[in-house]
């Protein structure tokens, strides 16, 4: 899946799936804004930051600041929602692609 444009909604300028490893998919995505709340049912999700700074907050009322090169694997069923601060490109990776 290819998305170029802007989701108003979730603020997603660029979506690209890059690969499928195993059961899992490995994608690049630049945004701006917050995406909303949800967990992944099937699978953990792994965000690595390129560029810009991403909070993701969690259910438990935590956030998590993921900077350049900074990894966080997010468990599966785990509440939580991505926030860019600014125009923000990582590399998340679940099971959907």
Excluded at 66 to 81: D, E, K
Aim: hydrophobic share 40%; proline share 3%.
């Amino acid at each position: 899946m290819v998305f170029v444009g802007t989701d108003h909604d979730y603020g997603i300028i660029l979506n690209i799936a890059l690969n499928q490893i195993d059961e899992s998919c490995l994608r690049i995505t630049a945004f701006d804004g917050e995406y909303r709340w949800h967990y992944h049912s099937r699978s953990d999700e792994l965000f690595i930051v390129v560029h810009g700074m991403l909070e993701i907050d969690l259910s438990d009322g935590s956030t998590l600041r993921l900077l350049p090169w900074y990894a966080v694997t997010i468990p599966v069923g785990t509440v939580h929602r991505t926030r860019a601060v600014g125009r923000t490109v990582g590399r998340p990776k679940n099971a959907t692609c």
